[in-house]
């Protein structure tokens, strides 16, 4: 099995709304990722995870809080997104640590966020 | 800091002609990996290159990774309608002590459009 799953596929989600998306691999990966990608470009690295533990945080405003309740699953906590959140966001995971960088990543079908 | 510069942006052709998408990176690559995304889906891992000038051929898909590894290509012959969407190139970020920073650097990738 080499899936990614991701829910929800679309959410709509206001200014003051507080939601979760939802990410799942039964490959035995070690590191997990969050990306978030705008129309026409490429994937923006948001979080990893190695090994359940948060490895790598580009930044990502604290309105964005991801959680890895084990090595199969993650999730990322949207509170007080601003419109310009808006956008696709892709779970990939990767054989490995986070510094297994010679693996490839597996990515989900992502999630369509929109906030109005 | 390391970039990874793709061209064409946009690539137009007629199917049945050829198209090549060229990445190039300010920094040697320890390896190269090739993604393609389909319009409305999600990046699909399609190859990776790790010697100095690999070549590796997919069926009509042929990548190569050059003698410096600071530059690679994928080349389609006599492209189909199922080749449409995004193809990225992806390297990864290493520091200047050969540690990875276990993130991808991805190419702005290269749209391409395919006319029955």
């Known amino acids: 099995d080499t899936e990614v799953t991701q829910t929800p596929k679309h959410l709509v989600m206001g200014m003051t709304n507080k939601k979760s998306l939802k990410c799942e691999q039964h490959?035995?990966?070690?590191?997990m990722y969050w990306y978030k990608q705008k129309a026409k470009k490429p994937p923006e690295l948001m979080f990893v995870y190695s090994y359940e533990k948060l490895s790598i945080n580009e930044s990502v405003p604290s309105r964005f809080s991801p959680e890895c309740p084990n090595s199969s699953l993650l999730n990322l906590h949207l509170h007080a997104l601003q419109p310009e959140d808006s956008a696709l966001y892709l779970c990939?995971?990767?054989?490995?640590?986070?510094?297994?960088?010679?693996?490839?990543?597996?990515f989900g079908p992502g999630t369509r966020l929109t906030v109005t | 800091g390391q970039q990874v510069m793709q061209i064409p942006q946009y690539q137009h052709v007629q199917e049945g002609e050829d198209f090549t998408t060229y990445c190039n990176s300010s920094?040697?690559?320890?390896?190269i990996q090739w993604y393609k995304q389909r319009p409305g889906g999600h990046p699909v891992f399609l190859i990776q290159?790790?010697?100095?000038?690999e070549v590796k051929k997919q069926k009509r898909l042929t990548f190569q990774f050059g003698e410096a590894k600071k530059n690679s290509s994928l080349h389609i012959t006599a492209t189909q309608t199922t080749d449409v969407g995004t193809y990225f190139c992806a390297g990864p970020l290493w520091n200047a002590g050969g540690t990875s920073y276990g993130k991808l650097t991805f190419g702005q990738g290269t749209i391409l459009t395919v006319h029955p």
């Open positions: 990939a995971s990767s054989q490995g640590g986070f510094r297994s960088s010679r693996y490839e990543q597996y």
């Open positions: 920094t040697t690559l320890s390896n």
């Open positions: 490959m035995g990966h070690r590191a």
């Open positions: 290159l790790v010697k100095s000038g």
